[in-house]
């Protein structure tokens, strides 16, 4: 599955001004990585987001979102939101924020 490369844009726009921050495609999305760690991503259309798992319930509880599961095993910490669910920008904003709240705090690798 290829990433839409406008949500891809969108989210480099976004995450620009981080320090550390690289991109790299894996298994046909393309993943931010900040200081090493997994931030988002664009898998197809929808959003890969890395939220952590204390908060993975309340973002469940959010419009769209699903449990990531690409492996066929589910992913403690992450989910998948609809691409519809992150079409305007405050709602992606808000997505992004929560990755990064969780992902500050890990060690870079």
Same mark, same amino acid.
């Given at each position: 599955?290829?990433? @839409?490369?406008? %949500?891809?844009?969108?989210? !480099?726009? =976004?995450l620009? @001004?981080?320090? @550390?921050?690289?991109?790299k *495609?894996?298994?046909?999305s393309?993943v931010? %990585?900040?200081? !090493?760690? %997994?931030? #988002?991503?664009?898998? !197809? =259309?929808?959003?890969?987001a890395? #939220?952590?798992? /204390? +908060?993975?319930? @309340? +973002?469940?509880?959010?419009?769209? +979102?699903?449990?990531?599961d690409?492996?066929?095993?589910?992913m403690? !910490?992450?989910?998948?939101?609809?691409?519809?669910? #992150?079409? /305007?920008?405050?709602?992606?904003e808000?997505w992004?924020?929560?990755?990064? /709240?969780?992902?500050?705090?890990?060690?870079? *690798?």
């Amino acid at each position: 599955m290829a990433y @839409d490369e406008g %949500l891809a844009h969108r989210l !480099g726009e =976004s995450l620009g @001004d981080l320090p @550390d921050l690289t991109t790299k *495609k894996m298994f046909g999305s393309l993943v931010f %990585l900040w200081r !090493g760690n %997994l931030l #988002v991503g664009a898998l !197809g =259309s929808d959003l890969i987001a890395r #939220v952590g798992p /204390e +908060a993975q319930a @309340d +973002a469940l509880a959010a419009p769209g +979102a699903r449990v990531f599961d690409f492996t066929g095993r589910p992913m403690n !910490g992450w989910v998948v939101v609809d691409g519809e669910a #992150v079409a /305007e920008d405050e709602a992606l904003e808000d997505w992004i924020a929560r990755c990064r /709240e969780f992902v500050e705090a890990l060690p870079p *690798k």
